[in-house]
């Protein structure tokens, strides 16, 4: 401590390289929005166009379900079979290598090629949780005076490929218009005559297609191998494939039973924006390279292309990260700034010196540059949670120094001359400094050992806010001693001896009545968590917000046409449209579903438009029957309609077991009994995890006379070959050919599928391999059922859902569905949750339950370590209760819900409560090592102790409350409100009362220990 306080100059140099390289550091370490981290899952994705969710579940997912069980490392398996998609979640091993895991799913999906269906790919891809899927990094619409196909064409010749070379970039994907093709258009009647099946088609230009090997030849030391192929260069290369024989030996190619034409593919997705129809591109980066820098280049590549295309295209940018980034980090900078200046205030306000509180005030700059440098050392992402979560801990980065500080004011005030302030002072606060950062640094420990999201969102956290304080530890016992004695050279008056006076015969008031104090404080406590319990709903997840929109969401029953959804989807976008206020509305239209996006600027988002606009679609939404709606966005109303009922279903219970049928009685069961309470206004069950799906979709059943189908020499194989080809107009995956430098794709079709009905399909006719014909109707019949939309597994557990909509708030709705759920009796092998995604699951609660113990635990072993005893922690932590008070009645007061981030917020307060009155305890032992009795030495102790106390606690919620007043971005980030909620309440309930609490505790307490060791003594001196 001696050589800081007389080597200055070379401490601040110390710190000005430490600044330095901590500008270095920030300007080299990523930029994300978010954070990119591997989370410990994958989607594995498989579709079969047109299959019905019971067949895609024994076809498809079954198998796959069976393939990644046997993966060693794989602990959850979660399936989704729908119309045509089954989507499987599995869960890894939070200890196992990440790109491990999927190379050995890889594997296992390869051996299933020849048990899944023909055509069925399965595909692998990493999971992100709902909150982290944010927009993409960079996505570009493109207009102009040609057609969406000729400019898809332009775009992709000009633009995809350009863009994909820049640094960074993972891949560009087009969408918009449709690729062109050559299309084979068969012909019925001369199929018909010449008795070729459609499948001879495709396999003649398959077989031309293909490249055959010939042989080799063994050259000197060198092996020449051969092979044959025959390309198709154009389309009528294509026309004039052999494809069989006629009757009379002539060759038949396919120009002689089909045409062959140039033209585009069907149209699979539609976007506009503002009612133009556009083409976009996206923009995919790769990860960990940084999101400004890599747009920034991406956007000058982008000026160079633009060049070489027409000068009449409008690009306009739809979704740009990095836009999103500047906009959210700048204003978390000005939130930084605006909270740097309150705790200068603060600081200012009680020191009345502006150098002593400038100093100060260096520990926030040096702590968050010295944790930059350590960001950039352990590769951690800068995004909207690390730099918060160092904006969360201004308040708390100043601390130490003003302990530091106020020691050596204090000790300079009584007469000790600066430079011996200056070295006394950090000594005697040492170990309480010491035991305050570490008991706050010591509750993040339990945190790498939380899994799933609560690891994914709150280490990177708990490593930031900790190294910063650490960080500042050292600067207060370096820079803080090292600069003092300039700024506090001359002797002070104390102008705090008034209200110090005036406390102390308050605290000695207390400490005469201590049983009515301490029941005081308990019905308090008591009180406040009753309230609590009353009127605040706890365990949902928060939620990931930067910007607001207006969402329209609508589904449609499988195999509707892409026309028909469109139609419905534009008459909300006319309702928008017809509106003159700036808005960007972005449509993306596919086969069955369709979404709608409203962005607003500032100044009309901030007004009541988006409220009105809202009101005027959720009208429209309920003129709509027989499709879904979703309608979203700016406040917590919404509109849901399931393709019947309008009703929001808020409450759920889900239901596990192997076997269907009795999972089904057991749901049946719990309907009845929520259909007799009046309160239920309606009750759904559905074979989905979300409930979303009613089971009204309609299947038509093919069901085949086996006796009459072998009687014309048929099998059901060719059969199906058939009517796929039929129905569906197309088969077989599309071929690809090379021609002009460019890739084409050939597709095979009947030119009447498009508007085949059902009476069409039963009338039929079918050629036999013999050349004869039946209709269809002869060999089957067509059975019409109701199907479920969707069948979610668990663990190869089938799932049903029974949801419902509670009349009533949403507390009593909570109570009410917790009370089912608690009455049910579900038999053996069946299960049944309330745990919902977004609602903490059973076992995060519990990681949390185990980390606020570890935390306790830790806190004690700390204090106890320090201070040599194992009586004075208890002192200590009993103002932990006191800053539960404080919560409850914030959270009440706000108004909202108490989520994950409250939950991590209450293992944050628990560090920091303790740290005031470590510092009251500390003072409180050396007033009585100086000689002071138990009840003077309390008294006294407390204090000289008010001070530090107060400003360590004003800098600590006066520089978090703008957190709470502030909006970031236009919508307030919730896991900063719910922290910030918890640390302002906590601190200040602790605050006042532990200045009371903690000598009242403290008095009485040694008073027992002494009688105890008294009594102790005195039976061990009997026994001698």
Same mark, same amino acid.
């Given at each position: 401590?001696?050589?800081?306080?007389?080597?200055?100059?070379?401490?601040?140099?110390?710190? &000005?390289?430490?600044?330095? &390289?901590?500008?270095?550091?920030?300007?080299?370490?990523?930029?994300?929005?978010?954070?990119?981290?591997?989370? /410990?899952?994958?989607?594995?994705?498989?579709?079969?166009?047109?299959?019905?969710?019971?067949?895609?579940?024994?076809?498809?997912?079954?198998?796959?379900?069976?393939?990644?069980?046997?993966?060693?490392?794989?602990?959850?398996?979660?399936?989704?079979?729908?119309?045509?998609?089954?989507?499987?979640?599995?869960?890894?091993?939070?200890?196992?290598?990440?790109?491990?895991?999927?190379?050995a799913l890889r594997e296992e999906l390869a051996n299933l090629r020849t048990v899944l269906p023909a055509g069925v790919r399965p595909t692998i891809t990493p999971f992100v949780p709902e909150d982290f899927r944010v927009n993409p990094f960079l996505q570009y619409t493109i207009s102009g005076s040609g057609s969406l196909q000729a400019l898809r064409g332009l775009i992709k010749d000009k633009i995809e490929f350009g863009l994909g070379s820049v640094k960074g970039v993972s891949r560009v994907v087009l969408t918009g218009g449709s690729d062109p093709e050559f299309r084979i258009v068969l012909d019925k009647a001369k199929l018909k005559a010449y008795g070729l099946q459609p499948y001879a088609i495709i396999q003649a230009v398959s077989r031309r297609l293909g490249t055959y090997p010939s042989g080799r030849v063994l050259d000197g030391t060198r092996e020449i191998l051969f092979k044959y192929g025959d390309k198709i260069r154009d389309k009528n290369e294509l026309g004039e494939t052999i494809v069989g024989s006629s009757g009379?030996?002539?060759?038949?190619?396919?120009?002689?039973?089909?045409?062959?034409?140039?033209?585009?593919?069907?149209?699979?997705?539609?976007?506009?924006?503002?009612?133009?129809?556009?083409?976009?591109?996206?923009?995919?980066?790769?990860? +960990?390279?940084?999101?400004?820098?890599?747009?920034?280049?991406?956007?000058?590549?982008?000026?160079?292309?633009?060049k070489e295309v027409p000068a009449d295209l409008v690009f306009q940018i739809v979704d740009d990260e990095s836009r999103e980034i500047a906009?959210?980090?700048?204003?978390?900078? =000005?939130?930084?700034?605006?909270?740097?200046?309150?705790?200068?205030?603060?600081?200012?306000?009680?020191?009345?010196?502006?150098?002593?509180?400038?100093?100060? =005030?260096?520990?926030?700059?040096?702590?968050?540059?010295?944790t930059f440098n350590l960001i950039y050392f352990f590769k951690i992402s800068l995004n909207m949670?690390?730099? +918060?979560?160092?904006?969360?801990?201004?308040?708390?980065?100043?601390?130490?120094?003003?302990?530091?500080?106020?020691?050596?004011?204090?000790?300079?005030?009584?007469?000790?001359?600066?430079?011996?302030?200056?070295?006394?002072?950090?000594?005697?606060?040492?170990?309480?400094?010491?035991?305050?950062?570490?008991?706050?640094?010591?509750?993040?420990?339990?945190?790498?050992?939380?899994?799933?999201?609560?690891?994914?969102?709150?280490?990177?956290?708990?490593?930031?806010?900790?190294?910063?304080?650490?960080?500042?530890?050292?600067?207060?016992?370096?820079?803080?001693?090292?600069?003092? /004695? #300039?700024?506090v050279d001359k002797r002070c008056r104390d102008t705090g001896c008034g209200p110090s006076l005036v406390f102390g015969r308050f605290l000695r008031f207390c400490l005469r009545h201590p049983l009515e104090v301490m029941l005081v404080v308990a019905a308090v406590i008591f009180g406040s968590y009753r309230w609590f319990k009353a009127e605040v709903s706890t365990g949902e997840w928060f939620s990931f917000t930067s910007r607001e929109y207006l969402i329209v969401s609508i589904g449609l029953s499988a195999g509707t046409d892409i026309e028909r959804t469109d139609a419905t989807i534009k008459t909300f976008e006319d309702l928008v449209l017809a509106h003159p206020y700036p808005k960007e509305m972005n449509v993306y239209v596919y086969s069955v579903n369709a979404y709608l996006r409203i962005g607003f600027p500032p100044e009309i988002e901030r007004s009541s438009v988006p409220y009105v606009l809202k009101e005027e679609l959720i009208r429209t939404a309920a003129q709509f029957a027989g499709l879904n709606i979703y309608v979203t966005g700016f406040d917590p109303q919404y509109y849901s309609s399931s393709l019947s009922s309008g009703s929001?279903?808020?409450?759920?219970?889900?239901?596990?077991?192997?076997?269907?049928?009795?999972?089904?009685?057991?749901?049946?069961?719990?309907?009845?009994?929520?259909?007799?309470?009046?309160?239920?206004?309606?009750?759904r069950i559905t074979s989905?995890?979300?409930?979303?799906? #009613?089971?009204?979709?309609?299947?038509?059943?093919?069901?085949?006379?086996?006796?009459?189908?072998?009687?014309?020499?048929?099998?059901?194989?060719?059969?199906? +070959?058939?009517?796929?080809? =039929?129905?569906?107009?197309?088969f077989g995956a599309p071929m690809i050919i090379r021609t002009g430098g460019k890739e084409m794709s050939i597709a095979v079709k009947? /030119?009447?599928?498009?508007?085949?009905?059902?009476?069409?399909?039963?009338?039929?006719?079918i050629q036999t391999r013999r050349g004869e014909y039946f209709r269809l109707g002869e060999v089957a019949e067509l059975i019409e059922r109701p199907i479920a939309g969707s069948i979610d597994r668990e663990n190869q557990q089938f799932q049903q859902t029974v949801s419902w909509e509670f009349r009533g708030p949403s507390k009593a709705a909570d109570r009410y569905r917790k009370s089912i759920f608690a009455g049910l009796h579900v038999p053996a092998g069946f299960s049944a949750s309330l745990e919902d995604d977004w609602r903490m699951t059973g076992k995060e609660r519990t990681q949390v339950r185990r980390a606020v113990a570890m935390s306790l635990i830790l806190i004690f072993m700390i204090i106890a370590a320090l201070f040599e005893s194992l009586v004075q922690p208890f002192?200590?932590?009993?103002?932990?209760?006191?800053?539960?008070?404080?919560?409850?009645?914030?959270?009440?007061?706000?108004?909202?819900?108490?989520?994950?981030?409250?939950?991590?917020?209450?293992?944050?307060?628990?560090?920091?409560?303790?740290?005031?009155?470590?510092?009251?305890?500390?003072?409180?032992?050396?007033?009585?090592?100086?000689?002071?009795?138990?009840?003077? +030495?309390?008294?006294?102790?407390?204090?000289?102790?008010?001070?530090?106390?107060?400003?360590?606690?004003?800098?600590?919620?006066?520089?978090?409350?703008?957190?709470?007043?502030?909006?970031?971005?236009s919508g307030r980030m919730k896991i900063w409100s719910s922290l910030a909620l918890c640390t302002v309440g906590g601190v200040t309930s602790s605050t006042l009362l532990l200045l009371i609490v903690v000598p009242v505790v403290y008095v009485y307490g040694e008073r027992l220990r002494n009688w105890a060791a008294a009594i102790w003594h005195e039976l061990r001196r009997r026994s001698s």
């Open positions: 401590m001696k050589i800081l306080i007389e080597r200055p100059v070379a401490v601040s140099m110390v710190f &000005l390289a430490l600044l330095a &390289l901590g500008v270095y550091s920030y300007l080299h370490t990523p930029l994300e929005l978010e954070p990119k981290e591997d989370y /410990p899952q994958a989607t594995i994705s498989a579709s079969w166009p047109g299959s019905p969710p019971e067949v895609m579940q024994t076809r498809v997912t079954a198998p796959l379900e069976e393939a990644v069980s046997a993966v060693k490392a794989v602990r959850k398996v979660s399936s989704s079979s729908e119309i045509g998609l089954s989507s499987i979640v599995v869960d890894f091993d939070p200890k196992a290598d990440v790109e491990f895991v999927q190379l009379g030996g002539n060759v038949l190619r396919v120009c002689d039973v089909a045409s062959v034409e140039t033209t585009y593919a069907d149209v699979s997705s539609i976007h506009r924006i503002n009612g133009r129809p556009t083409v976009s591109f996206i923009v995919s980066k790769e990860k +960990g390279m940084n999101t400004v820098q890599t747009a920034r280049a991406v956007k000058a590549k982008l000026a160079l292309l633009r906009k959210n980090f700048g204003d978390l900078y =000005l939130l930084a700034g605006i909270i740097t200046v309150v705790v200068f205030l603060m600081i200012f306000v009680v020191l009345r010196r502006f150098a002593p509180s400038l100093l100060i =005030l260096t520990s926030i700059a040096f702590s968050v540059v010295i949670m690390t730099l +918060g979560a160092l904006a969360l801990g201004f308040g708390m980065f100043v601390d130490n120094s003003i302990v530091v500080f106020e020691n050596i004011l204090r000790l300079r005030e009584s007469g000790v001359p600066p430079r011996d302030a200056a070295i006394r002072g950090p000594k005697e606060v040492f170990i309480a400094v010491l035991a305050s950062t570490l008991t706050t640094v010591a509750v993040f420990f339990s945190f790498p050992f939380f899994q799933g999201r609560l690891k994914m969102y709150y280490l990177p956290l708990a490593i930031v806010i900790g190294s910063a304080l650490m960080a500042s530890l050292f600067i207060s016992f370096t820079l803080i001693p090292a600069l003092s /004695p #300039r700024l929001y279903l808020d409450s759920r219970i889900k239901f596990f077991g192997y076997n269907l049928k009795k999972l089904k009685e057991i749901t049946a069961d719990v309907e009845q009994t929520l259909r007799r309470n009046p309160r239920i206004k309606d009750v989905d995890k979300y409930g979303r799906w #009613r089971g009204d979709s309609l299947e038509n059943i093919l069901k085949i006379d086996q006796v009459r189908l072998q009687a014309y020499d048929v099998d059901p194989e060719y059969l199906y +070959g058939y009517l796929q080809t =039929l129905i569906r107009g197309r009947f /030119p009447d599928a498009d508007t085949l009905d059902l009476r069409g399909v039963k009338e039929s006719l002192y200590i932590m009993s103002a932990v209760p006191l800053g539960l008070i404080g919560v409850f009645v914030a959270f009440v007061v706000a108004g909202t819900s108490f989520d994950s981030s409250a939950y991590i917020g209450i293992i944050l307060l628990s560090g920091i409560v303790v740290n005031n009155a470590i510092l009251l305890v500390d003072h409180i032992n050396r007033k009585r090592k100086q000689g002071l009795a138990l009840l003077e +030495g309390v008294v006294e102790g407390a204090r000289e102790r008010v001070r530090p106390i107060l400003m360590t606690a004003g800098t600590t919620v006066f520089g978090i409350l703008p957190m709470l007043f502030i909006p970031a971005g």
